[in-house]
């Protein structure tokens, strides 16, 4: 390879990399005793996209996932282009699929059929689960 083409490898693969970290938000936030504010947040986006979106109508954009562990005292938001969540879900329906040292369906009880079309649920409240010290939404918008 000439080194015209090595430099331009190179600039393709860090202006991929660097597209695909400028696409995608983590927040953390640690010692949190009530992470309730943070919920009231995302629960009032919920809202906000339910009555924009009544009847889940459209597609979605973008998915998103507020966690609170209540061992760790942390709070975790993530945020991703439903472009990069489809591309993972096919990477592991290909996974699933042609590796069979990789039982992912049985280990874990999701069939990747239901989920590969997610973006097409549309935007709303997609989970929601609660114990007695860990708390997480997963939603589209």
């Not at 996974?95 to 069939?111: G, L, T």
Request: hydrophobic fraction near 40%; include cysteine; charge should be neutral.
């Amino acid at each position: 390879m000439t080194r015209q083409r090595t430099w331009l490898a190179l600039m393709t693969v860090s202006g991929l990399i660097l597209t695909l970290i400028g696409c995608v938000s983590i927040r953390i936030a640690g010692d949190v005793d009530d992470p309730g504010r943070y919920f009231k947040d995302a629960y009032a986006q919920i809202d906000k996209i339910h009555k924009a979106h009544p009847g889940r109508e459209g597609r979605a954009h973008r998915l998103n996932l507020l966690v609170y562990e209540g061992s760790e005292r942390k709070v975790v938001r993530l945020g991703v282009p439903m472009w990069i969540v489809n591309a993972c879900l096919e990477a592991g329906m290909d996974v699933s699929e042609h590796n069979r040292d990789f039982d992912f369906e049985p280990r874990f009880k999701v069939e990747w059929q239901s989920i590969k079309d997610l973006s097409q649920v549309g935007p709303g409240l997609l989970v929601e689960a609660v114990d007695d010290q860990d708390r997480v939404l997963i939603w589209l918008k």
